[in-house]
C-alpha cells in the first residue's frame, strides 16, 4: 500500500514561513490534499489538487509538488497557524484514501 | 454554512455494538457522498467507509468490512455508522466528513465534523 512520510514537527517563528512535507513515491502523480487540525476542532481542508484553495483559506496557504515530496508552504505564520497538518492522496493498489502521519506545526 | 454533528460515541466493552449519526446542514445533503474517517488516539487520521450520494456504493476499510454499516437518511440529513463486534483497536475519535464536489466520488474530504469519542475496553 501507498505509504505517506511526513515529519512528526516543524517550528517556526512568527512571521517566517513554514514548510511542511509530505513525502511519497511518485507523488508527483498523485493528486495531494491537506487538511489542518486544532485541538478540539473538526479537521479543515486548506489545500486541495495539489496547490488550490478552498473558499476561505488565505493565500499564505499553498501546496506544490516534486518528484517525490508534496509540500504545504504556510507565509506569514502566526500563532493561529499553529496546528496538526496531514497530507492525503488515493492509493490506487488498494482502491483507498491514504493519510501522511500529521505534522504539528509549533510558532515559536 | 456546512456544519456536521456526529453523536452516539461512548465507552463500550469488546464485542458490542455502537451506532454513530452524523446531522448534516447548510448544504443539499442529499448531493453529497459522505465517509466516515477515524483518528486513534496519538495516530494520523484513517479513512473507514463511504456512502455515495445516492446510497447505491458503500465502501469500507479491510479492518471493519463485516463489522461496519453505513447508511444515509436523506429526508433526515443524517449519516449513520452501525458498528458490530467492536475491538479495542477501534478506539478512535470517528469524524463525519462530506465529499468536496457534489454528486461525485473523489475522496476530497471538503468538510469536517468535530467527531464523537468511541473507546473499546473492558
Known amino acids: 500500500s501507498y505509504v505517506l512520510t511526513q515529519p512528526p514537527s516543524v517550528s517556526v517563528a512568527p512571521g517566517q514561513t513554514a514548510r511542511i512535507t509530505c513525502g511519497g513515491n511518485?507523488?508527483?502523480?498523485?493528486?495531494v490534499h491537506w487538511y489542518q487540525q486544532k485541538p478540539g476542532q473538526a479537521p479543515v481542508m486548506v489545500v486541495f489538487?495539489?496547490?488550490d484553495r478552498p473558499s476561505g483559506i488565505p493565500e499564505r496557504f499553498s501546496g506544490s509538488k516534486s518528484e517525490n515530496t508534496a509540500t504545504l508552504t504556510i507565509s506569514r505564520v502566526g500563532a493561529g497557524d499553529e496546528a496538526d497538518y496531514s497530507c492525503q492522496v488515493w492509493d490506487s493498489s488498494t482502491d483507498h484514501p491514504v493519510f501522511g502521519g500529521g505534522t504539528k506545526l509549533t510558532v515559536l | 454554512q456546512v456544519q456536521l454533528v456526529e453523536s452516539g460515541g461512548g465507552v463500550v466493552q469488546p464485542g458490542r455494538s455502537l451506532r454513530l449519526s452524523c446531522a448534516g446542514s447548510?448544504?443539499?445533503?442529499?448531493?453529497?457522498?459522505m465517509h466516515w474517517v477515524r483518528q486513534a488516539p496519538g495516530k494520523g487520521l484513517e479513512w473507514v467507509s463511504l456512502?455515495?450520494?445516492?446510497?447505491?456504493?458503500?465502501y469500507y476499510t479491510d479492518s471493519v468490512k463485516g463489522r461496519f454499516t453505513i447508511s444515509r437518511d436523506d429526508s433526515k440529513n443524517t449519516l449513520s455508522l452501525q458498528m458490530y463486534s467492536l475491538r479495542p483497536e477501534d478506539t478512535a475519535v470517528y469524524y463525519c466528513?462530506?465529499?468536496?464536489?457534489?454528486?461525485?466520488?473523489?475522496?476530497?474530504?471538503?468538510?469536517w465534523g468535530q467527531g464523537t469519542l468511541v473507546t473499546v475496553s473492558s
Open positions: 511518485n507523488i508527483e502523480f498523485q493528486s
Open positions: 447548510g448544504f443539499t445533503f442529499s448531493s453529497y457522498g
Open positions: 466528513a462530506k465529499e468536496n464536489i457534489e454528486g461525485g466520488v473523489l475522496y476530497v474530504f471538503g468538510s
Open positions: 456512502i455515495s450520494y445516492d446510497g447505491s456504493d458503500k
Open positions: 489538487d495539489d496547490s
